[in-house]
């Protein structure tokens, strides 16, 4: 029991030290993701640059668009490379990191990626490109023949991990078929990389060697560290059962005779209710025998099962409620008529030949298809939610060419609190719904102020519109009957309110009202 719990606790402190680098290089890739499409398809310098194709004028916009590559890579620095190339015109640019000196590899990097552009069709998403010896995690964006590609150098990668971590162990990425990084490392010491196992923790090479892994993109980022051969106490604890096995026979003799009388019955009356409860059978209770030690412990197990069984009952509860209220909310997003009405304003903006109004549908919709579908966190900020607030808007603007506004302001202190995904956006969605009918531009605003009352530190929420209003009859219905006024309202107001309680509870309260239009005030204790 004491190696297990060695282990374990090893190997917890060695996946919280992978956590920390972990979260930083997905943080690392999210932020190029955003930097490229921001750069293909925001950039005035990278529209300049397409529209002037052909002509000797547009060069400045290269030396632009390489400036903004080298700013980036300061502030990234896991990356090795931005690349762009115009297969059109032969056009190419290449900004490297700095710090790493990749000499004459730069012009081997810059031709594979050339051939492969022009050869070969690019992957979707994230992928892997091995250039001579080193592997590459790749991003590639077009837009009109014209590429921008980022690049992880994944072996520096490991060598940065290992600089700026002070890790003793390595880092190593890899997924079922090869290994990216620290080849030489795994291959000398016998290491053996189990691409399928989820647990915590494994060993390796006769537990010379543990490893901790997680899933990241299409491949799986380990750290691997020595164990056995790393202490000498750890040698002792595996090497000394025997001595203490020979010992407990000695001690158990002597008090065996004494013992069977006193502790045998009652600690086998416990060792069975263990085993039941263990099965799964929360029913069980021990009868008190024994002495007046052995009764107060009979009771305490007793109590405890008791315990235990109504905090299971409250869990199962809780998460069925949890688990239903998530349902819901994406139930209220996989609507087909909403999405069908897009692709058919789509199409009817392709028969018009409006190829920049079809470009910005496509980029909202996709952004908020990414967002309703991949969401798996119970919580996200609040700064996000916001964003995909502005991008459903701009998703119908575009489409419908500017019927409706949001105006969003945020305090400093309320960015980052945490708020049930899909949850202000259904709210917008509703105004949505129910304001579009009237005449004019339907007016959104969103004001999220950190506010502090008897000593509390207070986030209050306010989603209002210039629409109708809700009607006088559901108002009351509203603020006193939400839990029973789903044929008026649908789920969609429900649900966010019942997921808003489930999490907050009591720090949690709602109003509604009609002030110039509808208004949904939410006040949350943080």
Avoid at 149 to 166: E, H, M, R, T, W
Avoid at 324 to 339: D, G, V
Wanted: proline share 2%; net charge negative.
């Amino acid at each position: 029991m004491a190696i297990k719990q060695i282990e374990q606790q090893i190997a917890k402190s060695n996946n919280a030290s992978l956590q920390v680098y972990y979260n930083t290089l997905q943080s690392e890739i999210e932020r190029s993701e955003v930097f490229i499409t921001n750069t293909v398809y925001h950039n005035d310098a990278f529209d300049q640059f397409l529209a002037l194709r052909g002509d000797p004028g547009r060069s400045p916009f290269v030396g632009e668009i390489m400036d903004r590559f080298s700013e980036e890579l300061k502030d990234n620095q896991d990356v090795a490379a931005y690349l762009l190339y115009d297969t059109g015109t032969g056009v190419r640019g290449s900004v490297f990191n700095s710090i790493v000196g990749y000499g004459s590899v730069k012009e081997e990097i810059t031709d594979s990626f050339g051939t492969f552009l022009e050869e070969e069709e690019v992957p979707l998403g994230w992928f892997i490109k091995r250039i001579g010896s080193r592997s590459f995690l790749c991003r590639v964006m077009e837009r009109d023949n014209t590429f921008v590609v980022g690049i992880y150098d994944l072996p520096q990668a490991s060598k940065n991990a290992k600089l700026f971590y002070s890790y003793e162990g390595e880092i190593v990425f890899f997924n079922n078929q090869e290994i990216f990084s620290n080849e030489d490392f795994v291959q000398k010491n016998g290491i053996y990389l189990n691409y399928l196992d989820d647990s915590d923790y494994y060993f390796s090479n006769s537990k010379n060697y543990m490893v901790v892994q997680k899933q990241l993109i299409h491949f799986k980022v380990a750290l691997i560290s020595e164990f056995y051969n790393s202490s000498v106490v750890l040698k002792f604890l595996y090497m000394s059962p025997y001595l203490y096995i020979a010992l407990g026979f000695v001690t158990v003799w002597i008090l065996i005779g004494y013992l069977k009388s006193i502790l045998f019955r009652p600690m086998d009356s416990l060792v069975q209710a263990m085993q039941k409860i263990e099965e799964g059978d929360l029913n069980v209770r021990v009868e008190e025998q024994g002495g007046r030690e052995f009764q107060k412990v009979q009771q305490a197990f007793n109590h405890m099962i008791s315990e235990i069984t109504t905090l299971k009952i409250k869990s199962y509860e809780q998460q069925i409620a949890r688990e239903k209220a998530q349902l819901y909310a994406l139930k209220m997003q996989i609507r087909p008529h909403f999405f069908l009405n897009c692709l058919k304003s789509i199409f009817g903006l392709a028969q018009s030949e409006k190829i920049g109004q079809i470009q910005k549908a496509v980029v909202y919709l996709g952004t908020h298809l990414r967002y309703v579908f991949d969401q798996q966190s119970d919580l996200i900020p609040l700064e996000k939610e916001m964003q995909m607030c502005e991008n459903y808007i701009e998703l119908h603007r575009s489409i419908e060419s500017g019927r409706a506004e949001i105006h969003i302001s945020m305090d400093e202190g309320v960015r980052m609190m945490k708020v049930p995904p899909v949850s202000c956006l259904t709210l917008i969605e509703n105004c949505m719904k129910h304001g579009m009918a009237q005449d004019g531009t339907l007016q959104i605003r969103i004001d999220a102020r950190s506010l502090e009352m008897d000593g509390r530190h207070l986030a209050d929420i306010v989603i209002r519109d210039n629409g109708p209003g809700f009607p006088e009859e559901l108002l009351s219905e509203l603020n006193h009957h939400l839990d029973e006024t789903a044929a008026l309202t649908g789920v969609g107001i429900r649900n966010v309110i019942q997921r808003f309680r489930l999490i907050y509870g009591e720090d949690f309260a709602v109003q509604f009202s009609n002030q110039g239009g509808a208004k949904i005030n939410l006040m949350i204790q943080i």
